[in-house]
């Protein structure tokens, strides 16, 4: 199994709502990512896990709250979002989130969570 | 800090040479990364250069040169299917674990 899987697809959701976004992978990978992307714009760094424990959070509002449950699996738990919030949510993997060599270098991204906010 | 400059579109014909070139601003980096992402899907990972040099996987090649602060990736033998964004990226040698930093993307548009 090489990738990384990603549910919904699809959400749309109101401000007042909570919803959650989840990422699963089977390569043994033990860095996990949470990436946020607008139309026309690169992947911006959200959250990094590193074995199973949160060790970046790139200022991200908490109405974004990731949660590691174990190696395989990360979510995103959402709520009071905004509309400007809106946009593909993907997630990835690596190897480890070593920045030398192929670990953090070489991310496995899942097709993403396109979120609309309403 | 860092900052690395792409041009934003290179269009070509089919069959063509596309080099993307990336410059950088950078105090330093482990290495250099290219990501492919068609409209609508997700960036998949294309090539690493830790070290100067080319680097080949097919009909996609990299190159680094630090002591001239540029990179490229280049596409030969283009097919309408490579009509996509693509993305340098680096880790920075100051930032902490797992912090890739992806530039702002080449949109390569494969005219027949």
């Known amino acids: 199994d090489t990738e990384v899987t990603q549910t919904p697809k699809h959400l749309v959701m109101g401000m007042t709502n909570k919803k959650s976004l989840k990422c699963e992978q089977h390569?043994?990978?033990?860095?996990m990512y949470w990436y946020k992307q607008k139309a026309k714009k690169p992947p911006e760094l959200m959250f990094v896990?590193?074995?199973?424990?949160?060790?970046i959070n790139e200022s991200v509002p908490s109405r974004f709250s990731p949660e590691c449950p174990n190696s395989s699996l990360l979510n995103l738990h959402l709520h009071a979002l905004q509309p400007e919030d809106s946009a593909l949510y993907l997630c990835?993997?690596?190897?480890?989130?070593?920045?030398?060599?192929?670990?953090?270098?070489?991310?496995?991204f899942g097709a993403g969570s396109r979120l609309t906010v309403l | 800090g860092q900052s690395l400059e792409q041009p934003s579109e290179v269009t070509a014909v089919e069959g063509a040479i596309v080099q993307i070139n990336c410059t950088y601003q950078?105090?330093?980096?482990?290495?250099l990364s290219w990501y492919q992402q068609h409209d609508g899907g997700a960036p998949t990972f294309l090539s690493y250069?830790?070290?100067?040099g080319l680097e080949e996987t097919g009909r996609f090649s990299s190159f680094l040169s630090r002591s001239d602060s540029y990179g490229y990736l280049l596409l030969q033998e283009l097919q309408m299917k490579d009509s996509a964004s693509y993305f340098c990226?680096?880790?920075?040698?100051?930032?902490?674990?797992?912090?890739?930093?992806f530039g702002a993307g080449t949109q390569v548009v494969v005219t027949p």
């Open positions: 250069n830790a070290l100067d």
């Open positions: 950078t105090s330093g980096f482990y290495g």
């Open positions: 990226a680096v880790s920075p040698l100051t930032d902490s674990w797992g912090k890739l930093q």
């Open positions: 390569m043994g990978h033990r860095a």
């Open positions: 990835a993997s690596s190897q480890d989130g070593s920045p030398r060599g192929t670990g953090a270098n070489v991310l496995t």
């Open positions: 896990y590193s074995y199973e424990k949160l060790s």
